[in-house]
T-cell receptor
Framework: GQNIDQPTEMTATEGAIVQINCTYQ??????LFWYQQHAGEAPTFLSY??LDGLEEKGRFSSFLSRSKGYSYLLLKELQMKDSASYLC????????????WGLGTSLAVNP | GAGVSQSPSNKVTEKGKDVELRCDPI?????LYWYRQSLGQGLEFLIY????????KSGLPSDRFSAERTGGSVSTLTIQRTQQEDSAVYLC???????????FGPGTRLLVL
């Protein structure tokens, strides 16, 4: 199958660092997206990884290991507004090139 | 520029009625997706249009659901004989091409009484 696995919920403290993991089936892998979704709103794009390594964008970074079928989203200097669901989605070749979505990780940032 | 727009933003209907949900993608985007999301749940893929190719309907939950995309732009998702379990947020997304970043509309919140 093409299951995408993420933790269901995470809690962190304002100002801290949190890492949200995502694992996936490696066969046919063709790229990985991270999206942020605030409650009651639509998902918004955060990052895209297709090569191994770390992509940094301000307080957010995303890492990919293709051989391990593993990615993480790293959020630094957490703010209350970072409380949201974080969705991992993978593109598989031959799957009509549509995304396979994880169920999302609900992050609660506490003061 | 303008993002993806959807209408209506909210729809309340009675069980058994038909509903039509509209999506206006970003101009020039060839790929268009419909998803469904129930409260607190993940995204459920429904249907995908890419250019002039036949749509990928593999996610449609029953034959009561159908969608079309006219002229490679606007799309309409139709749910016939609505059931209470159809209540959800219906999200539309478009992307410049397949496998590229998807941009989501604000969604239509459907409530079937």
């Amino acid at each position: 199958g093409q299951n995408i696995d993420q933790p269901t919920e995470m809690t962190a403290t304002e100002g801290a660092i949190v890492q949200i993991n995502c694992t996936y089936q490696t066969s046919g892998f063709n790229g990985l997206f991270w999206y942020q979704q605030h409650a009651g709103e639509a998902p918004t794009f955060l990052s895209y990884n297709v090569l191994d390594g770390l992509e940094e964008k301000g307080r957010f970074s995303s890492f990919l290991s293709r051989s391990k079928g593993y990615s993480y989203l790293l959020l630094k200097e957490l703010q209350m507004k970072d409380s949201a669901s974080y969705l991992c989605a993978v593109v598989y070749a031959g799957n009509n090139r549509k995304l396979i979505w994880g169920l999302g990780t609900s992050l609660a940032v506490n003061p | 520029g303008a993002g993806v727009s959807q209408s209506p933003s909210n729809k309340v209907t009675e069980k058994g009625k038909d509903v039509e949900l509209r999506c206006d993608p970003i101009s020039g985007h060839t790929a268009l997706y419909w998803y469904r999301q129930s409260l607190g749940q993940g995204l459920e893929f429904l249907i995908y249009f890419q250019g002039n190719s036949a749509p990928d309907k593999s996610g449609l939950p029953s034959d009561r659901f159908s969608a079309e995309r006219t002229g490679g732009s606007v799309s309409t998702l139709t749910i016939q004989r609505t059931q209470q379990e159809d209540s959800a947020v219906y999200l539309c997304a478009s992307s410049p091409g397949p496998t590229e970043t998807q941009y989501f509309g604000p969604g239509t919140r459907l409530l079937v009484l």
